[in-house]
């Protein structure tokens, strides 16, 4: 980074901490909370799980922030209140709320600058094996050590974990005290727990589901197309014979990867569903690196661990938190090949690692958070 790039990042941050400082002066609410997901442009997450709960709550006003008329449209169809970011009226919102609840960061509802005073609280995006947040930097100068305690005395910050042990990890991702974490789950979970009807299976009724859900490399950038990760033809031929279909749902920063349709793997369109619906639709999980697997724990199913470019990327993305090998519940195949031998056993009933999956189960989860969670999340929030 330049100089003159460095030195705008931090007039940037000093100007933020006056900003807090005015708005601290504002008066808040503490029943008005603020909702936003994924910088502002999507319905999703945490939060959506969370707002889904408490939208219509006797005592309390919901508001989702959005940058996107498509998700203003959707919860004004469903008659929820919503703002779009950057209007007066989310100014208004923002200066007066007493809560802020986010997904990735404070921007996923607004500028940092308008919510001094407030509480503000992190249900971030799924509880990672590999390397995030604070756990990425190099160690912080004085500087933004400063910085950071400033934005701490001018608002209350906070972060939910899963377990005890996830929250000690969080202490040192989000650079919290540990009084600031609080072992509350995570609401997304909650669909796994309620009464529905699965879309996914609704559209492959009698078939069983394999869904392959990898994160994502170097910001979005992947060095592989997907047909030479999956050799479409082969697992097509694979599934049919098998009465299966294989569901194939790429990260969010992934651009789609245009691909041959074939009738048993699909490429899932992005916002097609949310990642609850796909994983709870799944009778089978195949991922590499991504946080879902921790979520897909809950529902105690056959995992498999797709680990192509395991040296890759552990050289040119990032390092992991835990020793990869004896955290996944699951087998960890570096081919095509090994992938789908392991999918073919699982297929015909073998489950070997049942046993890890309750132990990583009993690691990232406490017994109170495998049920749902969003009742005791709003009640913790508009106590804080």
Not at 29 to 42: A, C, I, K, Q, T
Not at 303 to 321: H, L, S
Request: with cysteine; charged share 25%.
């Amino acid at each position: 980074m330049s100089a003159a790039a460095k030195f705008g990042k931090r007039l940037k941050a000093v100007l933020e901490i006056c900003g807090m400082a005015l708005s601290s002066l504002s008066p808040r609410r503490s029943d008005l909370v603020l909702f936003g997901s994924w910088f502002g442009n999507r319905y999703d997450d945490n939060p959506r799980f969370l707002h889904e709960y408490a939208a219509g709550r006797p005592g309390v006003r919901c508001v989702w922030m959005t940058r996107s008329a498509q998700v203003r449209e959707r919860l004004e169809a469903k008659g929820q209140e919503v703002c779009m970011m950057g209007t007066p009226k989310a100014l208004g919102l923002l200066l007066r709320a007493g809560r802020v609840v986010y997904s990735v960061g404070p921007g996923d509802v607004g500028p940092l600058a308008a919510m001094g005073g407030a509480v503000i609280v992190n249900l971030w995006h799924g509880v990672p094996i590999k390397r995030v947040g604070a756990l990425l930097e190099e160690k912080p100068s004085r500087f933004w050590d400063w910085i950071r305690r400033a934005r701490s005395r001018l608002s209350r910050i906070y972060a939910f974990s899963t377990s005890e042990q996830v929250s000690q990890l969080y202490g040192r991702v989000f650079r919290l005290d540990q009084s600031h974490i609080l072992d509350l789950g995570q609401s997304r979970t909650d669909y796994f727990f309620s009464d529905h009807l699965n879309p996914l299976r609704q559209a492959w009724p009698g078939k069983r589901i394999i869904l392959y859900m990898p994160t994502f490399r170097q910001m979005g950038k992947q060095r592989r197309d997907m047909q030479s990760v999956l050799d479409h033809a082969a697992l097509d031929a694979f599934c049919a014979d098998r009465g299966v279909v294989f569901l194939i749902k790429e990260h969010y920063y992934v651009s789609p990867t245009d691909s041959e349709r074939y009738e048993n793997v699909v490429h899932v369109q992005d916002g097609a569903y949310s990642a609850q619906e796909l994983l709870d639709a799944a009778d089978i999980l195949v991922t590499d690196y991504s946080s879902c697997f921790v979520d897909y724990l809950l529902l105690d199913r056959p995992q498999v661990f797709y680990a192509y470019d395991y040296d890759d990327y552990k050289d040119r993305d990032r390092d992991f938190i835990f020793d990869y090998s004896k955290t996944v519940p699951g087998r960890v195949c570096r081919s095509f090949d090994g992938l789908v031998q392991e999918l073919d056993a699982i297929l015909g009933g073998s489950d070997a690692f049942a046993g890890k999956r309750r132990e990583m189960t009993d690691f990232y989860f406490s017994p109170s958070n495998r049920g749902p969670v969003a009742a005791k999340q709003l009640e913790t929030i508009l106590e804080l």
